[in-house]
T-cell receptor, first 109, second 113 residues
Framework: QQQVKQSPQSLIVQKGGISIINCAYENTAFDYFPWYQQFPGKGPALLIAIRPDVSEKKEGRFTISFNKSAKQFSLHIMDSQPGDSATYFCAASYNDMRFGAGTRLTVKP | NAGVTQTPKFQVLKTGQSMTLQCAQDMNHEYMSWYRQDPGMGLRLIHYSVGAGITDQGEVPNGYNVSRSTTEDFPLRLLSAAPSQTSVYFC????????????FGEGSRLTVL
């Protein structure tokens, strides 16, 4: 069974809009929650990550919101741009890293 | 800066053939791992290694074999390829297990006919 559940599968947003991707996990031993960005034909690359001792982390237009009690975390992309069009994976790690199913984001100009 | 290098980038096999996907990293990372990526399934962990001579199974190990004789190299072997192993395979490494960021290679696309 998938240890990290991600939604939605796909997302279409207009340029300048906010993109929101959600993830939920079950294993409370997870202590590192990254988001990876993947462009076609490339490997995933770390975008932003959070540890469970904070509820929010912001880097530029990208923000992770983390709710430890609900075992949920989300990625918010503000002022979405066509160059943000990619597949996004949430993940959770204690020792090895487990990934969500991915969200294909399309930002329309 | 090479990072994580995977070869080959593309491969077509017939059912029952064997092959090895190569992975090398030049960052002196202790931890290396193999994932497969399938539509709607995300990235699933096949095998991992926490150092030379030490390997362990991930979520989907059946049909795959690994070894780690050096810090740099972590090859993935398909012993008798099956159509269900058609996938994109990614090698990833990090400083040590659980240390945070995984660095990925560019992937190897395998088709089994």
């Amino acid at each position: 069974q998938q240890q990290v559940k991600q939604s939605p599968q796909s997302l279409i947003v207009q340029k300048g809009g906010i993109s929101i991707i959600n993830c939920a996990y079950e294993n409370t031993a997870f202590d590192y929650f990254p988001w990876y960005q993947q462009f076609p034909g490339k490997g995933p690359a770390l975008l932003i990550a959070i540890r469970p001792d904070v509820s929010e982390k912001k880097e530029g237009r990208f923000t992770i919101s983390f709710n430890k009690s609900a075992k949920q975390f989300s990625l918010h992309i503000m002022d979405s741009q066509p160059g943000d069009s990619a597949t996004y994976f949430c993940a959770a790690s204690y020792n090895d890293m487990r990934f969500g199913a991915g969200t294909r984001l399309t930002v329309k100009p | 800066n090479a990072g994580v290098t995977q070869t080959p980038k593309f491969q077509v096999l017939k059912t029952g053939q064997s092959m090895t996907l190569q992975c090398a990293q030049d960052m002196n990372h202790e931890y290396m791992s193999w994932y497969r990526q399938d539509p709607g399934m995300g990235l699933r962990l096949i095998h991992y290694s926490v150092g030379a001579g030490i390997t362990d199974q991930g979520e989907v190990p059946n049909g795959y074999n690994v070894s780690r004789s050096t810090t740099e190299d972590f090859p993935l072997r398909l012993l008798s390829a099956a159509p269900s192993q058609t996938s994109v395979y990614f090698c990833a490494s990090s400083y040590r297990m659980g240390s945070g960021e995984l660095f990925f290679g560019e992937g190897s696309r395998l088709t089994v006919l």
